[in-house]
């Protein structure tokens, strides 16, 4: 009776996927691709920006002392995470958005935790956002190439960044509530997209749209 083969597996374990055609001797079996982390990497973005966002606001101030273990382990580790996940997809967008605003909320955590909010006032502290505002304006530019819900997410984080940075450095409570309200509306988006990539692979059909553009 012929010995049985076991069919090789993916990375997580699961039967690999299997060319058709019958492969060579010494033919490397295909692996399943890595899935896509960026639900992933919305999804802790979103819910770290929501929760701070409250307080910014002015609805909930001390949101500013809930959000800090978000800031490290979701929105800042979680967010590396789908970054470095994304190099491996060979996606340079995701990559580069996912670890620098993992990056982001590292080092807000530090700040916050650290006091180093208080001792850079509020001119360092502007500049640090406003900072973040400018490199999220040029990926606002490449997000043109991708959907329509990733360009809202993209846009109204951009003028997020902006209204609480020239808030801080000129210490204007006004702009900073603005820019809580901005961010509210930023985490749905973010929320949604995060939504819709989950939702449309999980059922393997849209149900969601993206509005893709590229």
């Not at 699961?14 to 990497?41: H, K, M």
């Not at 978000?70 to 929105?75: N, R």
């Not at 505002?133 to 003028?159: D, P, S």
């Amino acid at each position: 009776m012929a010995k049985a083969t076991s069919r090789p597996t993916s990375r997580s374990g699961s039967a690999s996927v299997i060319p058709q055609g019958a492969p060579g001797d010494n033919a490397v079996p295909a692996v399943a691709p890595f899935a896509d982390p960026g639900p992933l990497g919305l999804a802790a973005f979103a819910l770290t920006t929501f929760v701070l966002s409250f307080a910014n606001a002015g609805i909930i101030p001390t949101a500013g002392i809930a959000v800090l273990g978000l800031a490290a382990f979701y929105g800042g580790l979680g967010q590396i995470i789908a970054g470095i996940w994304e190099f491996a997809n060979k996606n340079t967008f995701g990559a580069t958005a996912f670890c620098t605003y993992g990056g982001f909320w590292l080092a807000f955590w530090y700040l916050a935790s650290t006091g180093g909010d208080k001792a850079a006032g509020p001119g360092g502290v502007g500049i640090f956002l406003i900072a973040f505002g400018i490199f999220t304006l040029y990926m606002t530019v490449a997000a043109l190439r991708t959907n329509g819900a990733l360009i809202a997410v993209f846009a109204f984080l951009t003028l997020t960044f902006l209204a609480l940075g020239f808030g801080a450095a000129a210490e204007a409570e006004g702009l900073t509530r603005l820019g809580g309200w901005l961010g509210i509306i930023t985490a749905l988006l973010a929320w949604y997209t995060s939504f819709a990539g989950v939702l449309n692979s999980t059922y393997k059909r849209v149900v969601l749209p993206v509005f893709p553009r590229a």
